[in-house]
């Protein structure tokens, strides 16, 4: 009887440890902050393909000519959105491959979703949000994010830009050039589109990108290309039309643009694409989000020297203290858990993922619906008392239960929305916009 009964617990661990590997991404974890949970609505993922005509296909440059010869850009958008809920419907297991190390062919993986392809979606016009992932990566890796928000009522939009493999630098101007091309094309149609089917409403538009997609929705919000950066070196001089004082400047920048988020945005250190005051050029809201011991893209000079020099942008900056790069993916897949180079394409080194995916989800949902949908109520889980969140106080007269959350009221400092022990090392900065500022 005795063995019986350790079986049946032993099955019952088993069972739920499964459940919970099984778990998606976009549903956060029990001490998740307030925000961070999923929406009302049920979600639909569809998958679509632009076609962007004529546009310069860097990679094939002829040194001989000089010349960079121009063809159809093809791009395949993953839409997810409020679905009508559907009893029995089945949701969506994604499927992805991201570079392995060396020569090794890519690696594969799989993710569970709650997303119904084809879903009916839900009446009524949505904010449209555009995603732009990081090198080499692939949309559904940052499923966390895009069903999440899908749930609470947006309509996003994740481009899968087909870089190069990240192990090539060779081809780095592919990607340099592409991201903000890429973006501007992608939004513009589907305000188009998008709003003729009765689905967004375009002049509520959001773009998140993570890494080089971070660069990316930079860029394309405003952020002005220096033309003696790494711009000058896109083969035939294919990407001066767009850098400062260019012709086509203008082009790549998003319209209706309202919110604007990078996770762990790439464009500082070495590479300087916008030199010294290309980000005044942003003026919309913008919420950068990064690790202080980010080895790829580089705090000081990254995220940390944008949020100081968009003077022009109401602005925050998140900060996972003592975290890397790895901030924008979902928690690493079974199949991506047996080497530490496919691990690190998802998993940080210090800070627990699930609970990266909580906080950015509660954060990036405060922000989106107070600049999105003109909530000024969201404004108190962004506007924190201390920007330090160890320094946050609970008053022991106030402590009734131990998950609790804060209301940031009567003394309570921690940040609003965050249970009573689970809000440290991590910084939240504010900046309004410079009245002596202006875009250059």
Do not use: C
């Not at 000058?232 to 309202?258: D, E, F, S, T």
């Not at 922000?367 to 160890?390: G, H, I, Q, T």
């Not at 022990?421 to 991590?426: D, G």
């Amino acid at each position: 009887m005795r063995i019986t009964r350790h079986l049946v617990l032993l099955l019952t661990g088993l069972a739920a440890a499964a459940a919970m590997a099984g778990e998606p991404p976009s549903r956060p974890a029990i001490d998740a902050p307030e925000l961070a949970r999923l929406g009302d609505s049920a979600v639909g993922v569809r998958t679509l393909t632009l076609v962007n005509a004529s546009q310069p296909d860097v990679l094939a440059f002829d040194p001989t000519t000089n010349s960079v010869p121009m063809r159809d850009r093809r791009l395949t958008v993953d839409i997810w959105y409020p679905a009508q809920a559907k009893s029995g419907a089945k949701a969506e297991t994604y499927t992805g491959e991201l570079p392995s190390e060396g020569a090794a062919p890519p690696a594969k993986f799989t993710i569970p979703g709650i997303a119904v392809r084809g879903a009916a979606a839900a009446p009524g016009q949505h904010p449209l949000v555009i995603v732009s992932h990081g090198y080499s990566n692939v949309t559904v890796a940052l499923s966390w994010l895009t069903e999440n928000l899908a749930s609470k009522g947006y309509v996003v939009a994740a481009i899968r830009h087909e870089d190069p493999t990240i192990g090539d630098r060779t081809r780095f101007a592919a990607p340099l050039l592409r991201r903000p091309l890429d973006i501007a094309f992608v939004a513009k149609s589907l305000q188009a589109s998008l709003a003729a089917e009765g689905l967004v409403d375009p002049a509520r538009t959001a773009l998140i990108g993570y890494s080089m997609g971070g660069y990316g929705v930079l860029t394309s919000a405003g952020a002005i290309l220096d033309p003696d950066g790494p711009a000058k070196h896109v083969p035939g001089g294919a990407m001066l039309p767009y850098a400062r004082g260019g012709a086509l400047q203008h082009a790549i920048v998003v319209q209706n643009l309202r919110a604007v988020v990078a996770l762990a945005p790439a464009g500082g250190g070495t590479l300087a694409v916008w030199g010294k005051d290309g980000l005044t050029g942003i003026h919309a809201p913008l919420l950068l989000i990064a690790g202080d011991r980010d080895h790829t893209v580089d705090y000081t000079t990254g995220a940390r020297a944008f949020f100081d020099s968009a003077t022009n942008a109401s602005r925050y900056l998140l900060t996972y203290r003592g975290g890397g790069h790895a901030i924008g993916l979902n928690s690493a897949p079974d199949s991506m858990r047996s080497t530490l180079w496919d691990l690190s394409w998802f998993e940080d080194p210090v800070w627990r993922k699930e609970r990266i995916i909580a906080i950015n989800l509660h954060m990036i949902t405060a922000f989106l619906d107070r600049y999105l949908r003109d909530d000024e109520s969201k404004a108190s889980y962004l506007n924190v008392a201390v920007p330090d969140s160890n320094e946050g106080q609970w008053p022991s007269e106030l402590v009734t239960l131990f998950d609790v959350r804060s209301t940031a009221a009567n003394g309570i400092t921690v940040w609003k929305g965050f249970q009573r022990n689970f809000s440290t090392n991590l910084e939240m900065l504010h900046r309004e916009p410079s009245r002596t500022a202006s875009a250059r």
